[in-house]
């Protein structure tokens, strides 16, 4: 390993967004290294193959270089270390997401877009994208948004964001494809640009530790993919997350009255939200391939629930005890015999997706969930998964203030009452909004939530083990 290798190894494992935290890493390898500036500071972005268990994995880091003892107080938590990068001198490289200085560079190559260098198709090996009628704003001053989860976004003043994936799979990504497929809708934050490479296709590490050479012998084969996404920034937007733990807060100030009469009920947002998500539904149906799932097909997604279900349980013993019961629900999934109609979908629905603007509610996020291929997250799906995936939400708002509190036992009848309202306007503000009425098909709304809740188990144990008992404790509760 090269030194900057060696510092990427001690400090991508400790980011919130390395999706890896299961497995220690056997190799790490700099596949794509890009100049975008040259000067000082300088900007370059890396694409990191990173091998664990015998399986590559990449990962976009943008990285700032400056002279070594001269990066600023205010950079000093962006920090990755100081390494010769053969300039002389050593440099302090450091997460250029940080740097106004920097990022200040990729929004104006965004604005500039195509049709400046580089051309379509290739050349540049960092290619700046503008999607058709767009025109970007420059001279904006950037902002890590808090909050960082499976990627990094930028504020730029009011205007953008702009979503720098982490990990990244071949291809383009969702979020930019659905997007895109949506823009117009008053449900979406309007796409303006993206940021796109090449990278290898290559998912085996090799025993000699060059990660990512795929066995081919020569050059490996690679794919253009997206590196970041440009947005409209949802300026008047509150997270729906925050706005559901308001209301839960209120309610837990007064349990013994029933959630509707307490302060800060929520079903009146939580029906609005079920009526713009089947709106979204029904505009990634108009503008996206369908299908209908055959009995076949069904029966390999049940298969699919299991597999996960035996990967959580060989990882988080505590869920052993559930899988007879879990495995009854996927079965019986697997026997419906009524057709079930697929299409693209959100894929990892939650109430951290969802934002209330003045106007309504906006989703955001239509990446799918983060640690599962990418290839999967482009199957069309039935829409009722996302329905679970926000079901599965509610659960998580009433039950995550109760986690280590004294207060528990008391407040759980409460915790069950908020969570089973919202459920039930949420449904019915989906089926009014033209969806289906997810109440008519519990088998399959029952899988759904299952299988989400098996990958929360994963979830949390990688990334915040504390909150492990909150899915644990909900499939103790569905399946008791
Ligand atoms: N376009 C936007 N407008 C306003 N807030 C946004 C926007 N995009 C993201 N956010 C905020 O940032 C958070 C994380 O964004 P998200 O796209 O879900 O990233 P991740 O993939 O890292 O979870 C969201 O929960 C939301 O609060
Ligand atoms: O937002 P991401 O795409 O990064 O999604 C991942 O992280 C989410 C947590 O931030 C996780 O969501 C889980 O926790 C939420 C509360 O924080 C809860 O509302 C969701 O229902 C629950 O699934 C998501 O699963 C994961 O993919």
New binding site residues.
């Given amino acids: 390993m090269t030194q900057l290798e060696e510092l990427l190894a001690d400090w991508i494992p400790r980011q919130r967004w390395f999706a890896g935290k299961g497995a220690p890493i056997d190799t790490l390898r700099v596949e794509g290294d890009h100049p975008l500036l040259g000067g000082e500071p300088g900007l370059r972005v890396l694409v990191v193959a990173i091998g664990q268990r015998g399986t590559v994995s990449r990962y976009q880091v943008l990285l700032g270089l400056r002279p070594a003892g001269t990066l600023p107080e205010e950079l000093a938590h962006a920090a990755i270390g100081v390494c010769d990068l053969g300039f002389g001198e050593p440099r302090a490289v450091y997460d250029a997401a940080h740097d106004p200085e920097l990022t200040e560079l990729l929004l104006e190559r965004l604005a500039e877009g195509p049709g400046t260098p580089p051309a379509a198709g290739g050349g540049e090996p960092v290619r700046f994208r503008r999607l058709p009628g767009a025109t970007v704003r420059t001279g904006l001053r950037s902002l890590v948004l808090k909050g960082e989860?499976?990627?990094t976004s930028l504020v730029y003043g009011e205007d953008y964001v702009l979503k720098a994936f982490r990990r990244l799979w071949p291809g383009v990504n969702p979020d930019l494809a659905l997007t895109a497929a949506l823009a117009g809708s008053p449900y979406v934050a309007r796409p303006y640009a993206w940021i796109e490479t090449d990278i290898s296709t290559g998912t085996r590490a090799d025993a000699d530790g060059t990660a990512g050479a795929g066995g081919t012998g020569g050059r490996p084969p690679t794919t253009s993919t997206t590196l970041a996404m440009l947005q409209e920034y949802m300026r008047s937007a509150t997270d729906g997350?925050v706005l559901a733990a308001t209301s839960v807060r209120d309610l837990y100030a007064t349990p013994e009255l029933p959630p509707g009469e307490a302060g800060g009920d929520f079903a009146g947002e939580a029906e609005r939200l079920g009526a713009a998500t089947a709106a979204v539904h029904r505009a990634l149906a108009r503008e996206l391939p369908t299908d209908v799932l055959t009995p076949a097909a069904l029966r390999e997604l049940a298969g699919a629930m299991m597999d996960r279900l035996h990967l959580a349980t060989s990882e988080v013993p505590e869920l052993h005890p559930y899988v007879g019961v879990l495995r009854t629900a996927y079965e019986a999934f697997a026997r419906v015999d009524e057709p079930l109609p697929i299409q693209r979908v959100h894929g990892?629905y939650?109430?951290?997706?969802v934002v209330r603007t003045d106007s309504g509610w906006v989703l955001l996020?239509f990446?799918g969930?983060?640690?599962t291929p990418v290839a999967d997250r482009q199957r069309p799906s039935s829409p009722l998964r996302d329905v679970a995936?926000m079901l599965?939400?509610f659960?998580?708002?009433a039950r995550?203030q109760l986690v280590g509190s004294s207060r528990a036992p008391e407040l759980a009848p409460a915790a069950r009452a908020w969570a089973q309202r919202n459920r039930e306007a949420f449904s019915a503000g989906y089926a009014f909004g033209g969806g289906v009425d997810p109440e008519k098909h519990q088998t399959v709304l029952r899988a759904f939530e299952y299988d989400?809740a098996v990958?929360?188990v994963l979830?949390e144990a990688h990334?915040r083990p504390s909150?492990l008992r909150i899915p644990l404790d909900s499939i103790a509760a569905l399946a008791a």
Avoid: V
Wanted: no cysteine.
């Fill in positions: 989860q499976s990627n997350w990892d939650h109430l951290g997706q996020d990446e969930e983060p640690a995936g599965r939400s659960d998580y708002a995550y989400k990958y929360e979830y990334h909150w």
